[in-house]
Structure formats: structure tokens, C-alpha cells
């Protein structure tokens, strides 16, 4: 465990944004010469970039298991932890060559030691690899007590993380905020969070650690760039992908690391949360609330450790010894197999490579072929071939198998024709987006073969094209992932419009003014998702043709239902039309009618019976769409309404002011003074400022809001009691109106009082008139004395005497003279009757609880 250099270490420690990664990359570009090493390929291939743009192509190199590209002059190497070319240390053919002193070298994700399949990796690195003027390690801050045990002279350097993360609770899907990343731990996850995103929100980015370096920058760039606002990954996007990520939702907070599903820890909690907010722009993370209301939840203590970067301590890393010996197969497999003498550091449960190792050794013909140290060490690093397609020990084992063999006979090289053979196979752009992945993963096997320089003749032309062939199918792979998660046009419409039996060459076309056509024979129209038959086109094989139509419109339901998902919000519309439920159209039909909801504003959508046919997946995208669309208009259209009803709730508001608005947002923002004359009596100078400034209109009979009183809001709020009451759609006042005859029915009277009308015996006033008119007469008046005022404010608002006369009563005046007068005299507007206290033990009493203690107060109207 002896490091190469007793020059002293630094350890720089702490959360994610913190610029550890880029101090590192700015020391190393200090000396000169310098190597870091990363736990991903991405990751290298990220920083690879960022110093060529530094130093210049021909002074940097990229190692990784796959790609190698040094130049003769290379003076910084940007490599995978595995890759490092350490001296003294057994390494993969081709690159221990490569070994030698760098001035600075530097150490990614130190923490990772931690890990069971990889740990020991990270470990030896930790121990053994030290530069010539300059060591350092970066990692959490959890890795402190390792590095005070095991690297007892090194500097700890810690680094506060350039802006806050904050927990923000479970979001639903449709709900999420642009800039968002959605963290999904298995591919099958990752595409239906795609898939539902794309209906939604037009689209998501996909990136996953199988992804080639080429499909993920693609995909990277695409959400860089704008073209779509959400980005659906794997925790490879923990490590060091750095995005402009607002927003972190976990989709599961478990995963299956190889051996077993499991909650992850606090620290990979963090490491990917901390993806949120990069440099000084503060970030948030939290759950994603799936259907039915279940999410993945947080722990408090999880939630306050992320938020103040303060995790477990590390009590342990894996260690498997760097430089076994090859002396025989046994003492090969023994030291790999030795356990450590230092406490902390724990034996690496058994890696792939070893598995494979062990099995290999049991064979007779392998046994006979590996001996002495150089075919031992062959032998070794073929079992390093990693198993990219994640076939497990056994399949992954009989390929080793195979490539020892060659590797031991002969030129001690793999046939050129099997090679070429397996690359002809894999070399392919046809298929889905999982095909194109598994093709990949299958070319990195060969890439990762093709970068050994004695295994093949002409290793270099073998080098060149694998990277080619990985570049055509991460071209490929990226196009798909395109279509299938951001394009609104869906591979499966073409698929699924293929029927069963004779059918099959019959194609179903829907044109733009929605004429259905089979085998060009017009047998109807799709209006907005209801098909209706065309009488006229029925003929004797309309029958047949009907039943093709019918099954295969449902492709075309669905393609509407993503339309719809991803539609700009001036293609909805709220229908009201008299006597009909009040309904939600996209593009000029009914798609859902509202229904009695939580809340006056919080209507039920129930979709029209004509999307029934849907998936549950689609049927759930509408439903969030109009959902969305909806809650926006009510917001635009009721925003005094809306700011009611949050200053009710607000504990800091006044309780008498309080005590207003509750009751006038729960009439929709009209309401009979009397009804709360007590709240109104209660309220001093500043609550009555505070309402005036919330758009409440204290009037003399009346208090409401003068916005409301428009049209549209007007629209809108007896569209929402009809909703609430699962009523049909009344009839609204005409646009502008200020006075009309009151209507006979009840329903609409009630519906008029609702718009804003105050009733006067035969005819309505709209109670903003009602209030010019009231001003009109006390300006009028002197004191108690009658006086006669100008009818002609009245007439000019098509007031009749009578109608007038119901008026000036409601204000508190009265005719001055008996009979019906011009004259009036004020009054004052008469008190409620207090009701006289029944005495405690009156039998009698009792009875005057069986009877309202108050009439209704709208006899005026």
C-alpha cells in the first residue's frame, strides 16, 4: 500500500458545486504535466474537452476502457479510475506502457472506495497514486476519517457548496418546474417518465450511464440548448454532469446495485440532488408524486442532512490488493483474495472479473495454458474485460473463454475474421431505442478489446472502427430517443395501424378537416375525439370498412390525446352554453364537462364519454393538460377571487378582515352587506384600505369586487356555480348590460344576483349602479330634510319610478308624503331585529329553536 511519492497530499472535501473538479482541473493545467482520474466515462470525456480547450488537442490525452486517444506529446491524461496508467500496478495491456511520473496527479469521487462492486478501485488509487509535485483527492466531506487513517499526512481542505438546496416536497409530473432533471433507477423507468413528458410537457432529454459519450452530449445538448425543458436520467447524473438543472425530482429513492434492491444512502441522496442549482443559482430538490398520491418520501433526517450537507461519517472502504502476485494461478487468485491489515479498510466483496477468474481456473486446458507471469497476466486482464451487456458471470465468463484461448495460441492475437464477424453483426440502425443501446453496449466489449495492444495485429485500424461504428449507432440511438421522447409524431401509430387479418392492407387516413377515409372511401368524420358516420358513404362493404375504422381509430385517439397533452393553451376554451353542462373544448369540441369540486375554484374535470378508449396513460396526460389550462384561467380570470381566498388563509391577515372575505369569495365575490355587516363594523382604517387595495368595494347594500363585474369574470363564476351546484349552464346577462327586466324563473333570477344584479321588483340593477345611485342620493340630500332628486341619472340607466322607489327604500329613505311621491326624507337603513333572550327553564323556550331566528334579508330583491 506504499505511495509513490512522499510529497504531501491534499484532500479537498465537500458537497457537490462546490468547484472541487474545477480546481483540480486548474492545478493540474498549473504544472507541467497532470492526470486525473474519474468514476465515469462521461465524466472524462466532459473534462477531456474543457482541457483540450485549455492546453490544445496535441498535449491532452483521454484513457478510458473503450477510447484512447494519445497523442506522441501528451502531457495531461484525462482517464476512468480503472484506467489510470500507474506504475508498478497491474493495468489492462496498452496502457501500462503508458505509465509514468505526472507532476500532479488527482483522484475523483474518492468516496466511491465505499462501493462493493468498485470500491477497491478507488481505494488502491487513493493509496498508490501520487504525483511528482502535486496529490489531490476529491470526494464528500464523509470521507475525512479515511483520510486522516489511511493518509495520515495529507492537508484537508474543505469547500462550503456556492448555493443552497432546498427540499421541495413531491411534485406531480405535470406540475414540475422547466429546468427540471428526474432521477429514475432502471431504463424501464426512465422511459415511461420520458413517455409521460413527452405528452405533458413536449419532450425530455434521456441520459443514462449505458448512453455512449457521443448520444449523451447530443441528448445534454438538446436540454442545453432549450429544445426541451426536462432532462430524464439514471444517477449517472450524480457524478459531476454538470447541467443547467434548476430542479431534482426523484422518481424512487431505491435501487438495485447489483445484488440487491435497497434504499440509497444519505450521501447518494446528496450526491445526486446537488445536480440542482449550479454555482451561485440556488436549487431545490424532492420527490416526484405519482397517480394515486403516492411518491417516494424523504425521511426528515435525510431532508435536514442534504439541506445542510452534513452526512454519516465513512467507517469503511473496500480494498482488493493492486499488485497481486503472478507467480501461479493460486497465488494469483489468493491475493486477491487476502484480507486487509488495516481497520478501516474492508475485502472487496468478489468482482466480476474475479468470479470469472475462479471459474477459468477450474479448467483444465486453461490451467495448462497459464503458466509463468506473462500468460498469468494475460489471463488477468482478459477477466478485466468488463460485462457491458450485463450477461452475469456464467455467459460473461465463456467470452473470456474464448478470447484467452486465442490469446494463449498461435500469434497470441484474435482472429481478424471473428472480430470483424462480430462488429459486421452488431453493425445496424435498425430497431427501437433498447436494441440500439444493447448494440452499443455490445461495441464497447469490442472497443474495450480493439484498445489492448497485443491483442490484435492492427490494433489501431480495429481501434478506429469500433469508434466509428459506436458513433453511427450513437447517432442512431440519439435520433430514436428523439422520436420516441420529444417528437409528437410516434413510431407507434405506424406500427399499430398494421391490423390482423384481411384488413392489413386496408390503411385508415384522417385528413386536416378530419375526414376519415378507409382504402380512400370516406366513411365519416373524427370531430375533436367523437366519430361521427357519414350516412352517405355506406355502401355494401361499409359495414366492413366501419369495423376497420373503428379499430384503428384508436391510434388516432391517442395521437389527438398526446396533441392535446401538448397543446398551447389558446386551443381551449370554456363552453357555456345555456341549458348545456359547462364544458371544456379543444379545437372547437367537447373534450370534459366540470363538476362539483373541492372549492367553488377547484371544479372536477370528468372527460367526455368519446375518450373512454384511451390508455389510462393518455386519459391521465388530458386530464393534467386541462387541469393545467384550467387552473390558469381560473387564476386570470378570478384573481381577486383567488387573492380572497389566500388572504383568508393567511394567519397574519386581520381576523375581521378575515371575517370579510371568506364569505365573499365562498358567493364569488358578491355578497349582501347585511349578510356581514358585523365583520364590516369590525374592521378599522387599515382593513379597510387592506380591501380596497384587494379590489373589495365596501358598497351600501352591497360588497363585491368592481373586476369581477366584467364579462368574462362574470362568464366564468356562474359557469363555476353551475359546476358546484351540477347545474346546467344559466342564462347570462347581456355583455354591458346595467339594468334589465327581472326574469320570472328562479334559477335565472339567482343567476342574474350572481352577475352582479340586485333586484328591484320588476326590473335588476347591476349593483356597481346601484352604489352610484345611492351616492347620487345622499349628495342630494340635506341632513333629514326631503328633498326631490333628478330622476334623470335613473331614466338615463332605464330605471322605472317603481323600480326607483324599491331602490331608495333599500337605502334607508322614505317617502317624504303618504302615497307615491317624488319627495323622500332619510331615514337611516333599519337595524335586524334583535331577538329577545328566552329565559333559562322556559318549557316554552325551548320551542324557539325549532324556527329560524332571522327571515331571509333579500326581500329587496
Not at 551 to 580: H, I, K, N
Request: hydrophobic share 40%; proline share 5%.
Amino acid at each position: 500500500m506504499a505511495s509513490f511519492s512522499a510529497q504531501p497530499v491534499v484532500a479537498v472535501l465537500g458537497p457537490t458545486n462546490t468547484g472541487k473538479t474545477h480546481l483540480a482541473i486548474e492545478r493540474m493545467c498549473g504544472h507541467s504535466s497532470g492526470m486525473i482520474g474519474f468514476p465515469l466515462r462521461l465524466l472524462a470525456r466532459e473534462v477531456y474537452d474543457r482541457v483540450v480547450a485549455i492546453k490544445g488537442k496535441e498535449r491532452v490525452a483521454l484513457i478510458t476502457g473503450e477510447e484512447k486517444l494519445l497523442p506522441p506529446n501528451a502531457q495531461y491524461y484525462l482517464t476512468t479510475a480503472e484506467s489510470m496508467p500507474l506504475s508498478g500496478g497491474l493495468l489492462p495491456d496498452g496502457v501500462n506502457k503508458d505509465a509514468r511520473d505526472f507532476a500532479f496527479v488527482a483522484l475523483d469521487e474518492a468516496q466511491l472506495g465505499t462501493d462493493p462492486e468498485r470500491g477497491h478501485v478507488f481505494t488502491d488509487r487513493l493509496l498508490r497514486a501520487r504525483g511528482r509535485e502535486e496529490t489531490m483527492i476529491l470526494g464528500s466531506e464523509a470521507l475525512r476519517p479515511m483520510i486522516r487513517a489511511l493518509v495520515r499526512d495529507a492537508e484537508i481542505i474543505g469547500r462550503p457548496r456556492f448555493s443552497t438546496l432546498t427540499y421541495a416536497g413531491a411534485t406531480k409530473l405535470s406540475r414540475l418546474p422547466p429546468r427540471s432533471a428526474i432521477v429514475a433507477f432502471s431504463a424501464e423507468e426512465v422511459y415511461a417518465v420520458a413517455e409521460m413528458l413527452r405528452r405533458l410537457r413536449g419532450g425530455a432529454a434521456v441520459v443514462m450511464g449505458a448512453l455512449s459519450p457521443r448520444t449523451r452530449n447530443a441528448q445534454v445538448a438538446m436540454f442545453q440548448a432549450g429544445e426541451v425543458d426536462y432532462l430524464v436520467a439514471t444517477d449517472a447524473i450524480g457524478m459531476g454532469l454538470n447541467m443547467d438543472v434548476s430542479h431534482v425530482a426523484f422518481a424512487s429513492l431505491r435501487k438495485f446495485d447489483g445484488r440487491r434492491a435497497r434504499r440509497l444512502t444519505i450521501s447518494e441522496m446528496a450526491q445526486i440532488a446537488g445536480r440542482a442549482g449550479r454555482h451561485q443559482r440556488d436549487g431545490t430538490f424532492g420527490t416526484l408524486a405519482l397517480e394515486g398520491g403516492s411518491s417516494a418520501r424523504f425521511e426528515d433526517e435525510e431532508v435536514d442532512a442534504i439541506e445542510g450537507h452534513v452526512f454519516p461519517p465513512i467507517d469503511h472502504l473496500y480494498w482488493r490488493e493492486g499488485q497481486p502476485s503472478l507467480a501461479s494461478l493460486d497465488a494469483l487468485i489468493a491475493d486477491l483474495e487476502r484480507r486487509p491489515d488495516h481497520p478501516v479498510l474492508r475485502a472487496a466483496p468478489q468482482a466480476i472479473d474475479l468470479a470469472v477468474l475462479k471459474r477459468l481456473a477450474d479448467e483444465d486446458w486453461v490451467r495448462e495454458r497459464a503458466r509463468g507471469q506473462r500468460m498469468i497476466g494475460r489471463l488477468w486482464t482478459a477477466c478485466g474485460l468488463p460485462d457491458f451487456r450485463k450477461t452475469g458471470p456464467e455467459p460473461h465468463s465463456r467470452l473470456v473463454a474464448r478470447i484467452f484461448r486465442h490469446l494463449s495460441e498461435g500469434t497470441g492475437h484474435l482472429p481478424v475474421s471473428w472480430f470483424a464477424d462480430e462488429l459486421a453483426r452488431l453493425d445496424s440502425v435498425q430497431g427501437d431505442v433498447e436494441t440500439l443501446a444493447d448494440r452499443i453496449a455490445g461495441v464497447r466489449t469490442w472497443a474495450y478489446i480493439a484498445h489492448r495492444a497485443d491483442w490484435l495485429a492492427d490494433p489501431d485500424t480495429w481501434a478506429e472502427r469500433t469508434r466509428t461504428l459506436e458513433e453511427k449507432l450513437s447517432d442512431a440511438l440519439h435520433q430514436r430517443l428523439t422520436q420516441r421522447f420529444v417528437d409528437r409524431r410516434t413510431s407507434v401509430l405506424m406500427r399499430d395501424l398494421g391490423a390482423k387479418g384481411g384488413d392489413l392492407l386496408l390503411p385508415v387516413k384522417v385528413d386536416e378537416e378530419g375526414i376519415v377515409t378507409v382504402d380512400g372511401e370516406a366513411i365519416g368524420r373524427l370531430i375533436g375525439f367523437r366519430f361521427k358516420a357519414d350516412h352517405l358513404a355506406r355502401h355494401t362493404d361499409m359495414k366492413r370498412l366501419m369495423a376497420a375504422a373503428e379499430r384503428r381509430l384508436g391510434v388516432e385517439l391517442a395521437s389527438r390525446a398526446r396533441q392535446l397533452a401538448a397543446d398551447e393553451d389558446g386551443q381551449f376554451s370554456l363552453a357555456t352554453d345555456v341549458g348545456r353542462p359547462v364544458a371544456i373544448f379543444w379545437r372547437g369540441d367537447v373534450v370534459a364537462r366540470l363538476e362539483k369540486g373541492r372549492t367553488l375554484l377547484t371544479p372536477r374535470i370528468r372527460l367526455h364519454r368519446a375518450l373512454d378508449t384511451l390508455s389510462a396513460a393518455d386519459r391521465t396526460g388530458v386530464e393534467q393538460r386541462l387541469a393545467t389550462w384550467l387552473e390558469g384561467r381560473i387564476q386570470r380570470e378570478l384573481k381577486p377571487l383567488a387573492r380572497y381566498l389566500e388572504a383568508a388563509r393567511d394567519p397574519a391577515c386581520p381576523p375581521s378582515l378575515r371575517a370579510l372575505l371568506s364569505p365573499l369569495a365562498e358567493a364569488g365575490g358578491i355578497i349582501a352587506r347585511d349578510t356581514i355587516d358585523s365583520a364590516i363594523e369590525h374592521l378599522d382604517r387599515e382593513g379597510r384600505s387592506r380591501a380596497e387595495r384587494l379590489d373589495v368595494k365596501l358598497g351600501t347594500i352591497d360588497v363585491y369586487s368592481p373586476t369581477l363585474l366584467k364579462p368574462e369574470p362574470t362568464r366564468w363564476r356562474i359557469a363555476l356555480f353551475a359546476a358546484a351546484e351540477d347545474q346546467l349552464m344559466p342564462e347570462l346577462p347581456v355583455p354591458g348590460a346595467v339594468s334589465m327586466t327581472t326574469p320570472a324563473d328562479r334559477e335565472t333570477c339567482e343567476a342574474m344576483v350572481r352577475a352582479g344584479f340586485r333586484a328591484l321588483g320588476a326590473q335588476m340593477l347591476r349593483v356597481d349602479l346601484v352604489e352610484r345611485l345611492a351616492r347620487f342620493a345622499h349628495d342630494a340630500r340635506s341632513g333629514r330634510t326631503p328633498f326631490t332628486p333628478d330622476p334623470g341619472l335613473a331614466t338615463s340607466l332605464g330605471l322605472r319610478h317603481p323600480s326607483f322607489a324599491q331602490l331608495m327604500l333599500a337605502l334607508g329613505f322614505r317617502a317624504a308624503n303618504a302615497g307615491e311621491s317624488d319627495s323622500w326624507v332619510w331615514k337611516g337603513k333599519r337595524e335586524p331585529r334583535k331577538e329577545r333572550a328566552h329565559r333559562p327553564g322556559n318549557a316554552f323556550g325551548a320551542l324557539a329553536d325549532l324556527y329560524p331566528t332571522t327571515l331571509p334579508r333579500n326581500a329587496a330583491r
